[in-house]
């Protein structure tokens, strides 16, 4: 579990434990990860799941020491927003530009691919195998505010989507989960706290789900092999909505995003 320390991963954690699956917890926060593991009886991970040698040699020492990865769930994400000035902007944000894309690109897409290089030969040679990346809905849809995070999730969806089409047969399966606003440090809410408000970019029009939820829907999903687990389930009608007709799902995110903007002034 990459992102373990926190967030959709602390409480996929806890859920798997009851699954009775043996749970690793990767997290870049080590402690983060060590408080985890103690509480599910697992092992801790210090990660940073955007360097390839670092995931590699996790994997490695996993399948040694542990065992097989029968599951490896992709979760870790970051986010920054754009600045004031919009997707094209070069200024502003939490961090500089080209460091928000650098990041987004090598934590919300090449760290899947990454496990996906180190995993897919092992799997495939033990007959088998799965993996759960966890993108957004961001990936289907977009997200208002923040071009990099948009961008980086509508490429892991289809990375998701190649992993599953190519390695279907080889027995390996694939998920890909694209939940909306979930209460986790990534929209500003802190580990156990009863808050559900918040979000940004309007992420929280159809509620803010708790990690807990996210967790069951995640395993609900992954019992039944499907590919795409969406916690938020209005996700699939937006979806066809912009399928059937992209200008004007298009037009309709304009006039959300000016109303978004009437609401800060």
């Avoid at 490896?72 to 754009?82: K, P, R, T």
């Avoid at 088998?128 to 993108?135: K, T």
């Avoid at 998920?175 to 408000?197: F, H, K, Y």
Wanted: with cysteine.
């Amino acid at each position: 579990m990459t992102g373990g320390g926190h967030g959709i991963g602390r409480a996929l954690c806890h859920r798997l434990r009851k699954e009775n699956c043996d749970i690793v917890v990767a997290d870049i926060e080590e402690t983060a990860a060590k408080k985890v593991a103690e509480t599910v009886d697992g092992r801790a991970f210090a990660l940073d799941v955007g360097n390839e040698t670092e995931l590699s040699e996790f994997v490695n020492q996993v399948e040694q020491e542990i065992g097989p990865i029968d599951l490896f769930v992709s979760n870790a994400g970051v986010g920054f927003g754009d600045a004031v000035t919009g997707a094209a902007s070069k200024q502003g944000g939490q961090v500089a530009c080209d460091d928000r894309w650098e990041a987004c690109w090598r934590v919300n897409v090449m760290a899947h691919v990454y496990a996906a290089r180190e995993l897919v030969p092992r799997m495939r040679e033990r007959g088998g195998g799965y993996l759960v990346n966890v993108a957004s809905a961001a990936g289907l849809l977009s997200q208002i505010g923040d071009a990099a995070y948009s961008a980086t999730k509508h490429a892991a969806v289809a990375f998701a989507e190649s992993l599953a089409i190519t390695h279907g047969e080889q027995g390996i399966h694939v998920s890909v989960v694209c939940p909306q606003a979930v209460a986790t440090r990534m929209i500003g809410i802190e580990d156990d706290s009863d808050l559900r408000e918040g979000g940004f970019g309007g992420n929280d029009v159809d509620g803010i789900l708790s990690p807990e939820a996210v967790a069951e829907c995640i395993v609900a999903g992954i019992d039944e092999r499907r590919f795409l687990i969406l916690p938020h389930s209005p996700v699939a009608t937006y979806f066809q909505r912009k399928a059937n007709d992209h200008d004007r799902w298009i037009s309709g995110m304009q006039r959300f995003q000016r109303k978004l903007s009437e609401k800060k002034a």
